[in-house]
């Protein structure tokens, strides 16, 4: 590991990952349609990626980056198995994939179908089939890093060689924050053949204590020092763009108004039945949260409430709040790119302080604004009263942050990788 990582000055762009999802196809297709879809790597989930192909063709016409994401941890889990993932080839019906799946024919199997999968979809990377750990001392830590080999070896057997590995990380917020627990880990993926390293942190995401991402963006400090570049998985909004801001991540992953934020806390019980899906959620980026319908009836309904709410970006709703509310998922994806990509516009050197000085700050005076309202509803005014609070407090840690230095290392900047085989790319050995 090398002790100092160089403080660039250059611009180079967040990767920034759209999750696709098992539905999300059909609406990703129609925001193509209207030009409505600015981000250009999206992950696919192999339980859902066989019916997902017309979207697949229309973003690698577009030359996105399409990354293909295996599910074995979710089919691997009790809670999980059974759900969504069990449309994955290699999963199985009866249990969930357990130690003995990993070795010997079983795992050639698991490792031949995926290959299959990703050759066939023409993905520019696999993220490696890896596991929920628990802990340094768990026993999918080994076999992940055996599998991980043992896929690229596949993936060069069936043709794709020019298709990178992206090791997935998924452990519990206090495991990450556990410096001698992740020192094991970094140094198993120190030695893999391996592009990206994207974390997935349980209980850590877009609704994150200010105390909280400072202790994120400590914690992959150690995989910073490795030299990949690493994407946090399932951060949004404020706690992922100061990830991103100060250098611990170079990548932000999450999904079309969902995905925010990771939790597996339900994955070892034994899964329940959900019925229904999420209640329509309304994305206010200066409040840096989502409203629900009632409570953005609430604040539109005091005086000059409305304009407090309404989208004045006349690139993303023309219309405001009006043209918000018909199309919330696009005004979400065009808040969400417009944020990365202005962040990305300055220099690595500047943008902690740029996300400061100009994020924060005007989510700072907006709530502050918001919380003044003549608000009947009691539940609205306190929760306008905690995000308040929380902005107030964000701008102090981080320039303490920034005090301490902890924007001098930084991640090393994601390649950008065209789906499909093409001989400029890399070949993986």
Not at 17 to 42: C, L, S, W, Y
Not at 243 to 256: E, K, L, N, T
Request: proline share 5%.
């Amino acid at each position: 590991m090398s002790n100092v990582i160089p403080l660039r000055g250059g611009r180079a762009p967040i990767g920034h990952f759209i999750r696709i999802g098992t539905t999300g196809h059909k609406q990703a297709e129609d925001m193509i349609i209207q030009g409505r879809f600015p981000v250009d790597r999206a992950v696919f989930d192999a339980c859902a990626i066989g019916r997902q192909g017309s979207l697949l063709d229309a973003l690698r016409r577009r030359g996105s980056e399409l990354v293909l994401d295996t599910n074995v941890a979710e089919l691997s889990a009790l809670g999980k198995y059974e759900g969504a993932a069990s449309q994955a080839p290699w999963g199985l019906s009866a249990r969930p994939l357990g130690p003995s799946d990993f070795h010997g024919d079983r795992l050639h199997e698991i490792l031949s179908l995926i290959s299959g999968m990703a050759v066939k979809h023409r993905v520019s990377a696999v993220l490696a089939p890896t596991h929920m750990l628990t802990g340094p001392d768990d026993p999918w830590r080994s076999i992940d890093v055996a599998t991980t080999i043992a896929l690229r070896e596949e993936l060069n057997r069936a043709g794709g060689q020019n298709i990178a590995i992206d090791y997935q990380l998924l452990l519990p917020y206090h495991s990450l924050r556990d410096h001698d627990e992740t020192s094991k880990i970094a140094a198993d993926l120190g030695r893999l053949p391996i592009e990206n390293i994207w974390i997935k942190a349980s209980q850590f995401g877009a609704d994150a204590t200010t105390l909280g991402i400072r202790r994120y963006i400590e914690a992959l400090q150690i995989f910073v020092e490795l030299g990949h570049p690493i994407v946090a998985d399932g951060v949004a909004g404020f706690a992922g763009l100061a990830v991103a801001a100060f250098g611990a991540a170079s990548g932000i992953a999450h999904g079309i108004g969902d995905h925010e934020r990771f939790d597996a806390s339900s994955w070892t019980k034994p899964r329940e039945q959900i019925s229904g899906g999420l209640p329509k959620r309304i994305l206010v980026p200066l409040l840096d949260r989502h409203l629900t319908q009632k409570q953005l009836d609430a604040i539109v309904a005091a005086p000059s409430g409305r304009r407090h709410v309404s989208c004045n970006d006349r690139a993303c709703c023309k219309r405001g709040l009006e043209d918000t509310l018909s199309d919330p998922k696009g005004h979400y994806l065009f808040q969400r790119h417009r944020q990365v990509t202005q962040l990305s516009s300055v220099s690595e050197v500047l943008r902690a302080e740029h996300f400061i000085r100009t994020d924060v700050a005007a989510a700072e005076r907006h709530t502050r604004a918001m919380s003044k309202l003549r608000i009947p509803d009691l539940g609205v005014r306190i929760m306008l009263e905690k995000e308040r609070a929380r902005l107030e407090r964000l701008p102090t840690v981080l320039e303490q942050m920034i005090a301490e230095g902890l924007h001098r290392r930084r991640a090393a900047a994601p390649r950008f990788r065209v789906s499909g085989q093409n001989p400029a790319r890399k070949a993986w050995s």
